[in-house]
Each structure stands twice: as structure tokens, then as C-alpha cells.
């Protein structure tokens, strides 16, 4: 499984825009990036899931450059509720039967 | 969507007592679960794959005969805690796949406070 790379911590405030950036320097072809919201005290929620380019959904954009050994999750407006751990995982989407393994995970943190 | 449910949320018991955790998939046929425990601060740690109709696949330093995990049905995995202490004490975690595999689906979690 592909390792992952992220920040530890990001601080943001309320309106603004807010850009993780995850590594996964070796990723394989087959390997799809998905991110994840995890509340404290609450299982991880899914937010997005993307191969290649951008894709978008109602609450987060995922960018992905042509070498896709990183991606940026994207958060437009953040609010106070936004803070939570997010968590970058790379695995392959049609292999139900392997587990994810999580990093460390980014603790973004938004402020009034 | 697709919703994992455990339950209880919390439980708490005492030491050398014996816990069951139960891990339900609600609108869909989950052949693998999988089952984390995170601590406090930290990410999750994979403890065992649960696959329907075997054996759970357990991970380098889980015991097996310590977090029994039980997968009689496609939408039910059971992980118990036998003579539980309190360094057991933790968020225990289940995930589910459906066959499809696509997208895999965590429950709310539950506390184990062991006293």
C-alpha cells in the first residue's frame, strides 16, 4: 500500500478556503486517492474519492496532478464545524477485501 | 448511502469481564469488515479483517484470543473483548465494503472504558 505524507496540523478561519496537501510518492496504477473527515469521538466519514485531474462534490474539490504522487483536497468557505482530522488514503477502489491503512491524518483546526 | 452501525456507543465494564461489540451493515451485504482501535489523539490502527464465513485475518501484535471476531452474516461482525483490562481501554472502529469494494463505510464507533 501506498505510504502517505501529510501535515500534521493546518489553522484556518471561518470564509477562507483551506488546501491539504497529501504525498504518495510511490502510488500504483491501480490505486485510488480518498479522503476522509473524522470527528472527534465519531468513525471516519467519507468526502471524496478521485484517480486523476479534479473531481468535485456539494462539500470538497479533489485536484490530482498528471504524476499523482500528491493531491489537495480542497475545502471552499470552511466553517467552525470543518475542524476535525482528514485523513488521505491510496488503495485500490475495487479491492473491497483490503483494509485502509491511515496516516497520521492533517488536524485542521478553523477559527471564528 | 450505504450506513455501518455499532453498537453499544460506550460500555463500560470491569476488569477480567468479557465485552461484545457489534458491527452491523445497514442497507447492503458486507462480505469483509474490518475492525480498528484508535487511542486517544492518535489514527486508527488496523486490528483484524473480518471476512463472512471464516476466519478474521488479524494483524502482527493483535492476539486473536484476546479480540475474538465473530462474521456469521453478511451484515453482522461481532468483536469481543475477553478478560478485559483496563490498557484494552480504547475506540474500537468498524469498517464495511459491500462487493462491489468501491467505497468503504465506518461506523460511529464504540468506547470501551474497562475500570
Known amino acids: 500500500l501506498a505510504k502517505t505524507t501529510q501535515p500534521i496540523s493546518m489553522d484556518s478561519y471561518e470564509g477562507q478556503e483551506v488546501n491539504i496537501t497529501c504525498s504518495h510518492n510511490?502510488?500504483?496504477?491501480?490505486?485510488?486517492i480518498t479522503w476522509y473527515q473524522q470527528f472527534p469521538s465519531q468513525g471516519p466519514r467519507f468526502i471524496i474519492q478521485?484517480?486523476?485531474t479534479k473531481v468535485t462534490n456539494e462539500v470538497a474539490s479533489l485536484f490530482i496532478p498528471a504524476d499523482r504522487k500528491s493531491s489537495t483536497l480542497s475545502l471552499p468557505r470552511v466553517s467552525l464545524s470543518d475542524t476535525a482530522v482528514y485523513y488521505c488514503?491510496?488503495?485500490?477502489?475495487?479491492?473491497?477485501?483490503?483494509?485502509?491503512?491511515f496516516g497520521s491524518g492533517t488536524r485542521l483546526q478553523v477559527q471564528p | 448511502g450505504a450506513v455501518v452501525s455499532q453498537h453499544p456507543s460506550w460500555v463500560i465494564c470491569k476488569s477480567g469481564t468479557s465485552v461484545k461489540i457489534e458491527c452491523r451493515s445497514l442497507?447492503?451485504?458486507?462480505?469483509?469488515m474490518f475492525w480498528y482501535r484508535q487511542f486517544p489523539k492518535k489514527s486508527l490502527m488496523l486490528m483484524a479483517t473480518?471476512?463472512?464465513?471464516?476466519?478474521?485475518?488479524?494483524e502482527q501484535g493483535v492476539e486473536k484470543d484476546k479480540f475474538l471476531i465473530n462474521h456469521a452474516s453478511l451484515t453482522l461482525s461481532t468483536l469481543t473483548v475477553t478478560s478485559a483490562h483496563p490498557e484494552d481501554s480504547s475506540f474500537y472502529i468498524c469498517?464495511?465494503?459491500?462487493?462491489?469494494?468501491?467505497?468503504?463505510?465506518f461506523g460511529e464507533g464504540s468506547w470501551l472504558t474497562v475500570v
Open positions: 478521485g484517480y486523476k
Open positions: 488514503l491510496v488503495g485500490e477502489r475495487s479491492t473491497g477485501r483490503r483494509a485502509l491503512t
Open positions: 442497507d447492503f451485504q458486507a462480505t469483509t
Open positions: 473480518s471476512n463472512e464465513g471464516s476466519k478474521a485475518t488479524y
Open positions: 510511490n502510488i500504483a496504477t491501480n490505486d485510488y
Open positions: 469498517s464495511a465494503s459491500g462487493a462491489s469494494g468501491n467505497t468503504i463505510y
